[in-house]
């Protein structure tokens, strides 16, 4: 088992260019979830999909959108990319609803340069 | 805004001995959980606390709860470099669904 993958790992961006972050899981997770992690805040939530069809905004979604593919795939996209989303994105999956199955598993990570 | 707030930012330690490192919510929670982080790494679950728990162990760690204070701390003993890394703790909120908020993060270095 792969776990959650995520591509590209690292991309660099010019202001008002576009780009979609893919993430894929393999544990036949219920609900994914796209973060962001700056220097000094934690985690911040941009959206989560709890189930397959259904998506909500989490703290951050200004600027992004989110696709739930099916129930592997859930991927995140810039439509016009600018230096604030310079960033290091996180995705995660968790089999939510079931007991003591809420812990979340997460990606290695994509590193966003916006210049 | 941040569900947690991690206490402190930053520890530094000899190998041997004990961490300790806290968190304080703001609101009802169903769960509390820690993650560990290694540097340019994704998080990974460490351990979950229930509402209705106020103690748990795994291992070298132990996180107490306390719902009337809306915070917890996470005890790693015997620490060793390879703990080196940041935790975060993370809840999910009383009536609300699939979600977690996490908070700030400990950065924490273990010396040799």
């Known amino acids: 088992n792969a776990g959650v993958t995520q591509t590209p790992k690292f991309q660099v961006l010019k202001t008002g260019q576009s780009m979609t972050l893919q993430c894929a899981q393999d544990?036949?997770?219920?609900?994914m979830y796209w973060y962001r992690q700056d220097p000094g805040m934690g985690l911040r939530l941009i959206y989560y999909?709890?189930?397959?069809?259904?998506?909500d905004k989490g703290e951050v979604p200004n600027g992004y959108n989110v696709s739930r593919l099916n129930k592997r795939e859930f991927s995140l996209r810039l439509e016009s990319a600018a230096p604030s989303q310079t960033s290091v994105y996180f995705c995660?999956?968790?089999?939510?609803?079931?007991?003591?199955?809420?812990?979340?598993?997460f990606g290695p990570g994509t590193r966003l340069l916006v210049l | 805004s941040q569900q947690g707030e991690e206490d402190p930012q930053a520890l530094s330690i000899q190998e041997g001995e004990n961490a300790t490192m806290n968190c304080s919510y703001k609101?009802?929670?169903?769960?509390l959980q820690w993650y560990r982080q290694n540097s340019g790494r994704g998080l990974v679950h460490l351990i979950l606390i229930r509402s209705n728990e106020r103690e748990k162990h795994s291992g070298r760690l132990r996180v107490t709860l306390d719902t009337s204070k809306k915070s917890s701390s996470l005890l790693i003993t015997a620490s060793r470099a390879a703990d080196t890394a940041s935790y975060f703790c993370a809840t999910d909120e009383a009536g609300t669904a699939s979600k977690l908020t996490f908070g700030t993060g400990t950065r924490l270095q273990v010396t040799l």
């Open positions: 609101t009802s929670i169903n769960n």
């Open positions: 995660a999956s968790a089999d939510w609803g079931r007991a003591t199955q809420e812990t979340q598993y």
């Open positions: 544990m036949n997770h219920n609900s």
């Open positions: 999909s709890a189930s397959e069809g259904t998506t």
